[in-house]
T-cell receptor, first 112, second 117 residues
């Protein structure tokens, strides 16, 4: 079945460091791809998305590019802030009814 | 900005009791979902609902679970006889119709934390 493999955390960085969180997936067809973020004590928020190959999703300084050839959707940010501390979930869509398949989540902790 | 709301924010129940978790999706959305997240684990799909019927469900969604859209605005998840292992955060989500085959983002509610004692 469809699945997601996400970089294990926790990831601990100093402020202004470069961030990469790897995500690869297996899915039928060419699903839309999403990154969701969960801040402490809150629900899930969409961070960015890409709907077709070579699309780059971006938001709040985060970017991810839909790589069909490697079935990957790695999340990057050039300079993280303390406020970026959260859990990040990679989630492709699976099937005709749009269900999301979530990765295990990567906890990011950014220290001043 | 429209948002998905869920009530209650925290529900504590005794094992074997029935619980109903409530959600109000965004008003013009047509697809509705329930997911759950056991503490410290990943978010898992439970069920999707479209056109007043279940469109897909996971293995977790057994006969103890049911969903309903009773009045055109609320979307409920019922657990008939709760077990200890049902303790989790339950998230409701909704999305617009597919557009040209492109899957739209799902908007999530803040979640209901269910604790089964």
């Amino acid at each position: 079945g469809d699945s997601v493999t996400q970089m294990e955390g926790p990831v601990t960085l100093s402020e202004e460091a470069f961030l990469t969180i790897n995500c690869t997936y297996t899915a039928t067809g060419y699903p839309s791809l999403f990154w969701y973020v969960q801040y402490p004590g809150e629900g899930l928020q969409l961070l960015l998305k890409a709907t077709k190959a070579d699309d780059k999703g971006s938001n709040k300084g985060f970017e991810a590019t839909y790589r069909k050839e490697t079935t990957s959707f790695h999340l990057e940010k050039g300079s993280v802030q303390v406020s970026d501390s959260a859990v990040y979930f990679c989630a492709p869509v699976s099937g005709g009814y749009n269900k999301l398949i979530f990765g295990a989540g990567t906890r990011l902790a950014v220290h001043p | 900005e429209p948002e998905v709301t869920q009530t209650p924010s925290h529900q504590v129940t005794q094992m074997g009791q029935e619980v109903i978790l409530r959600c109000v999706p965004i008003s013009n959305h047509l697809y509705f979902y329930w997911y759950r997240q056991i503490l410290g684990q990943k978010v898992e799909f439970l069920v999707s609902f479209y056109n007043n019927e279940i469109s897909e469900k996971s293995e977790i969604f057994d006969d103890q679970f049911s969903v309903e859209r009773p009045d055109g605005s609320n979307f409920t998840l019922k657990i008939r006889s709760t077990k200890l292992e049902d303790s989790a955060m339950y998230f409701c989500a909704s999305s617009e119709a597919l557009q040209g085959g492109v899957h739209n983002e799902q908007f999530f509610g803040p979640g209901t934390r269910l604790t089964v004692l």
